[in-house]
């Protein structure tokens, strides 16, 4: 159980970071490479020396901060086989988004190196906290690009050359934030140093709630895709043009929003058709072409696939043209690494420690996808509900958070 010293050092850093990015909604806007990011990295970097641990920058600019007091340097240690163990998260958000994700996890962590040292423990391999840059792309637009361009997932020219709302791109961005783009890229040397990574999270959903426990070990995150559905349609007056003389665009999008909910149902997955474009767009015009696009997601790989399968086919009925713009297969934990948790958890039985599937990326993924051996660990959310101001966690299972954090670091630093 954390000690008063250590309760009161979260408590003090989650109301540090309370005020930075709050806006009127009671939500969040901490986008990358803004003031408010330059904030928070400085707020960061702050807490790390304070803690005299060494803060370093990989070539995307994520900051590690590592507690290694041990022969040589952290890099000696990695090469004489005793690669580090990496814990913590990110602190940007979406458009006003919740409290929780992404700072929980970097707080939590931080939080960790107050325990440790509190119960004299000394790590027998280096411990990094990080705090992963421009998690939620909701500037750029690419989701987990500080983990994706240091993995090769993202090559820096494309990282470099996405757009913000404003058309700047994330290299112009990165100027005005007084940093050099010609930097960004693949660094194997980070990522060397990692020999296992542990990202504590608030849930994305309701399943603790319905299990009646504070903290969860991750199993996997979900495949998931998105695809364009283009209708054809013909422009024509709204007023003159009989029904039956009509081609509606409309009419096929209209059957894909209401099928993607019946089919995705049916098949245990999730399908969201969360943004459309309406060409000519008049209220008084018949839509000539109407574009939607769909996010599905699920357990089950072959569930999601056919869910789309059925859609598309559909969709074909009104002369849609379907087009995939992403596909990311089941991303599996580390499994290893995950039951070393469960056990450090106190659970030989099964389920004592819930396990549970996502269906959220996270820079946890991204590293788990490139090879790093990488688990998450999950705190109760009673609301269900992120990227939302209602998003939510008890301060007493944040607390118990930590404390899980806390058991799993020791056992991993610790031989
Ligand atoms: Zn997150």
Redesign the pocket.
């Known amino acids: 159980m954390m000690t008063a010293p250590v309760t009161a050092s979260f408590d003090r850093m989650w109301a540090d970071l309370g005020p930075v990015g709050r806006v009127g909604s009671g939500g969040y806007r901490r986008f990358a490479w803004t003031r408010e990011d330059h904030t928070l990295r400085e707020w960061f970097a702050g807490e790390c020396a304070a803690r005299g641990l060494d803060l370093v920058e990989d070539r995307m600019g994520n900051q590690w901060a590592w507690w290694w007091d041990g022969p040589g340097t952290v890099d000696d240690a990695v090469r004489q086989g005793n690669p580090g163990v990496a814990i913590g998260?990110?602190l940007d958000s979406v458009p006003d988004g919740g409290a929780y994700?992404?700072p929980l996890g970097v707080v939590s962590s931080l939080t960790v190196v107050d325990a440790l040292r509190e119960s004299g423990i000394q790590p027998d391999r280096p411990l990094a906290v990080v705090n992963f840059v421009d998690?939620?792309g909701a500037r750029f637009g690419v989701a987990c690009a500080g983990s994706r361009v240091i993995t090769g997932a993202m090559t820096a020219e494309r990282a470099l050359g996405l757009t913000d709302h404003d058309g700047v791109s994330m290299a112009d961005a990165l100027v005005a934030a007084g940093r050099d783009p010609g930097a960004v890229g693949r660094d194997e040397e980070a990522l060397r140093r990692v020999g296992a990574f542990v990202e504590l999270?608030v849930e994305q959903g309701r399943a603790l709630v319905d299990l009646g426990a504070p903290v969860a070990v991750a199993s996997d995150i979900w495949p998931h895709g998105r695809w364009r559905f283009d209708f054809p349609g013909e422009a024509n007056h709204a007023g003159t043009t009989r029904l039956e003389d009509r081609q509606d665009a409309m009419l096929g999008y209209a059957d894909l929003v209401l099928g993607a909910r019946r089919v995705a149902q049916t098949r245990g997955c999730v399908a969201t058709v969360g943004k459309v474009a309406v060409t000519p767009g008049g209220v008084n015009a018949i839509p000539s072409q109407v574009t939607g696009w769909l996010d599905s997601r699920g357990a089950d790989e072959g569930q999601v696939r056919a869910t789309v399968e059925e859609l598309r086919s559909r969709a074909g009925d009104f002369g849609a043209t379907v087009t995939e713009e992403s596909w990311t297969a089941t991303t599996r934990f580390d499994e290893g690494l995950s039951n070393r948790l469960r056990t450090a958890l106190g659970s030989d039985e099964e389920l004592s420690v819930p396990v549970l599937g996502t269906g959220a990326g996270?820079d946890a993924g991204i590293l788990a996808t490139a090879g790093v051996p990488a688990a998450m660990l999950f705190v109760r959310n009673p609301t269900g509900v992120s990227h939302s101001p209602e998003e939510f966690a008890e301060r007493d299972d944040c607390h118990a958070g930590v404390d899980a954090l806390t058991t799993c670091v020791t056992d991993l630093v610790t031989s």
């Open positions: 998260s990110h994700d992404g998690e939620e999270h996270h």
